[in-house]
């Protein structure tokens, strides 16, 4: 194994060129002697002879063991338990800290492709898994915790050098490519949540008979009180399965912005049928006619959804006519009259927005990511709440545009005068919208390129997640305090790689373990510090670049 001995540069593999050089050279001199050739044989041997190993292929193939071990301990047996009792703190985030231990030996020169080739590895496994929800939060929080540990250098070289320094190469190459996935990876799993937990749970379905409907106009407080808890109990449902990801990593971050985003798209779905009345082919209760012979609502034949175990079956939910991306709502899920926008509407919505807002910060957790949030992020229900301010409000205070500047935060303006032209009035609120304030808001609507309000907004309930990334303090936080191990290779570590090696081979007959993983374990060994603290060295005089200690 002299061979493989060695210390890794900025750009090299751990392995210096003198020694695969004379690796080489024994690969040539091995075996029997070569045959002295004459005049006569020259052709005849010319044509035998094996091609002598070339000190480029050597190296190259020595790249691909290196690489190919790489992959394999961080990303391919990434859940593997290698050695038993080991904290999961110290598990949950072992790829992030592999892959971001290899590209700092690595250097740039290597490094950049082999971490191209471990985000394409993740993203195929993310991609092959997005059904296995455990499996989507541990790839996220994985790809938040790498995120960190590479935002970490750029401090490093910004101690070292001062605040002009360049950024650290791997941080520049793959911090965008890390944000996207993780993005990538929470709308996987928000879609996940929201088609198989909570729309089944709201929606009315082939399977599922329709309720009755309750009385036009006016709302029974007794059918608002059953609506309300059938949507509280649906969030509950999906609480609970986010809460069965646990709470290691950064994955309590995960659940409760999860959560955000299905309250969000709640917001969406109960706002459309707040606002358009039922097409006349629906009849009470959420069901029709057109449904029971395949008609608008019908689940389409070819259109399957993904099960838990990842079998493909037939949705049976159905969808609005009137915006087909919408799932139809029972008629006991609705806690107002359909179409029907008056005074005692907006009460009832801003009796629902409490109870909802109650509900999340209390069972559903988000007062813990509450302040970690952006300002524009801290905000619940702002479709319903803003819908009640407005039916609730003196209309002509409309006419100032502070109020309306405030109100189209949430509702656009065109979206504004379609509703005030449906609105009705009612005992707690005899007047009408006036002529004049309504006139001038369609003016200001067509004026502002917006519709003019005379036909409903077509609403995207499954649009484009917003998604909040965690900081970097927040990623490397117990990285700091010393709860998470971070990108030095100490004895555990390599106990690791020495078991993984242990699984290729039967070492108690005296087998040696895989040449790949001697390689990886000289690359790190000679590439990171074995310390608790890591010192970043100077580029020009160690493994890499910048000069700080970090807690990793």
């Not at 002009?164 to 949540?193: C, G, M, T």
């Not at 994955?251 to 606002?275: C, E, G, P």
């Not at 519709?451 to 936080?477: F, H, K, N, R």
Request: glycine share 8%; charged share 20%; net charge negative.
């Amino acid at each position: 194994m002299e061979g493989v001995e060695g210390s890794a540069g900025p750009g090299g593999t751990g392995v210096s060129p003198g020694h695969v050089r004379k690796a080489a050279e024994r690969m040539m001199s091995a075996g029997a002697p070569r045959p002295v050739k004459n005049k006569g044989t020259q052709t005849e041997l010319a044509d035998l002879a094996p091609a002598e190993p070339q000190l480029d292929d050597v190296t190259s193939l020595q790249d691909e063991l290196l690489m190919a071990a790489a992959t394999e301990f961080a990303i391919y047996n990434a859940q593997r338990p290698l050695l038993p009792g080991r904290q999961l703190s110290r598990s949950i985030h072992a790829p992030a800290r592999r892959i971001a231990r290899t590209l700092v030996c690595l250097g740039r020169q290597d490094g950049i492709p082999f971490g191209q080739l471990a985000l394409r590895q993740v993203s195929a496994g993310v991609v092959a898994g997005r059904s296995d929800t455990q499996l989507l939060a541990f790839w996220w929080t994985n790809a938040v915790h790498l995120r960190g540990f590479l935002q970490s250098l750029n401090l490093a070289m910004a101690e070292a050098a001062g605040e002009n320094a360049p950024k650290h190469w791997a941080a520049e190459a793959f911090v965008p490519r890390l944000l996207q996935q993780e993005k990538f990876i929470f709308d996987e799993l928000v879609s996940y949540v929201w088609t198989h937990t909570f729309v089944p749970a709201v929606a009315a379905s082939r399977a599922k008979p329709a309720q009755a409907a309750l009385a036009a106009g006016v709302v029974k407080r007794s059918g608002q009180e059953a609506a309300l808890r059938k949507w509280l109990a649906a969030l509950e449902s999906v609480s609970q399965q986010l809460k069965g990801l646990g709470r290691e990593g950064h994955v309590n971050t995960l659940r409760h912005q999860v959560l955000l985003a299905v309250m969000k798209r709640m917001d969406t779905l109960i706002f459309h049928f707040l606002i358009n009345p039922p097409s006349d082919t629906i009849s009470e209760g959420g069901s029709s006619s057109a449904a029971a012979s395949g008609g608008p609502f019908s689940p389409t034949p070819d259109s399957p959804t993904r099960s838990q175990d990842g079998l493909q079956q037939q949705s049976s939910v159905l969808h609005d006519p009137l915006n087909p991306n919408m799932p139809m709502l029972d008629d006991s899920m609705l806690f107002f009259t359909r179409g029907v926008l008056t005074f005692g509407t907006g009460m009832n919505l801003k009796m629902a927005c409490t109870r909802f807002q109650q509900w999340a910060f209390g069972e559903g957790g988000m007062r813990e990511i509450w302040a970690n949030l952006p300002s524009q992020g801290q905000s619940l229900f702002p479709l319903l709440r803003s819908t009640s301010d407005l039916l609730m409000m003196p209309k002509d205070l409309l006419l100032e545009e502070g109020i309306r500047a405030d109100l189209c935060d949430s509702l656009p303006l065109g979206t504004l005068v379609y509703m005030l032209n449906r609105f009705q009035p009612d005992d707690f609120s005899r007047e009408g919208i006036p002529y004049d304030v309504l006139q001038e808001l369609k003016s200001a609507a067509v004026a502002a390129g917006a519709d003019d309000g005379s036909s409903p907004p077509i609403l995207e309930v499954e649009a484009e997640c917003t998604y909040y990334s965690p900081t970097d303090d927040m990623a490397m936080e117990k990285v700091e305090v010393g709860e998470e191990p971070g990108l030095e290779y100490d004895a555990d570590s390599e106990d690791e790689l020495d078991a993984l090696g242990g699984l290729c081979v039967d070492t108690t007959a005296g087998l040696q373990p895989p040449l790949r993983f001697k390689l990886l374990h000289n690359l790190w060994s000679a590439g990171v510090p074995r310390s608790r603290r890591i010192t970043i060295q100077r580029e020009n005089s160690g493994a890499y670049p910048g000069a700080r200690q970090l807690g990793l």
